[in-house]
Nanobody, 118 residues
Framework: QVQLVESGGGLVQAGGSLRLSCAASGRTFSSYIMGWFRQFPGKEREFVARISWSGGSTYYPDYADSVKGRFTISRDNAKNTVYLEMNSLKPEDTAVYYC????????WGQGTQVTVSS
């Protein structure tokens, strides 16, 4: 069982930045593919970014086209934490952001609201 707790959401003006964090419980954090999804009102949850680790300093990040070049995902396996650095934020980035851990099944955090004002 994995528990995920997000933090770092809030209100920011367009063009600004926010950094989301997701702290995970459990002793096998490094084995999980960690990711971020977001959900717009009335829409299904959509993929934002994911990152896996294969040992040493080798990480494999992946991004949705809509955030590529603006968002950066990273992970600190020693701290059981994954981050999402969001730059050049747009009003259309406004959503609830969810942390995801995947290993045989999906685990989800409770979500954190990100609001970008124009």
């Amino acid at each position: 069982q994995v528990q995920l707790v997000e933090s770092g959401g809030g209100l920011v003006q367009a063009g600004g930045s926010l950094r989301l964090s997701c702290a995970a419980s459990g002793r096998t954090f490094s084995s999980y593919i960690m990711g971020w999804f977001r959900q717009f009102p009335g829409k299904e949850r959509e993929f934002v970014a994911r990152i896996s680790w294969s040992g040493g300093s080798t990480y494999y990040p992946d991004y949705a086209d809509s955030v590529k070049g603006r968002f950066t995902i990273s992970r600190d396996n020693a701290k059981n934490t994954v981050y999402l650095e969001m730059n050049s934020l747009k009003p259309e980035d406004t959503a609830v952001y969810y942390c995801n851990a995947r290993l045989n099944r999906d685990y989800w955090g409770q979500g954190t609201q990100v609001t970008v004002s124009s």
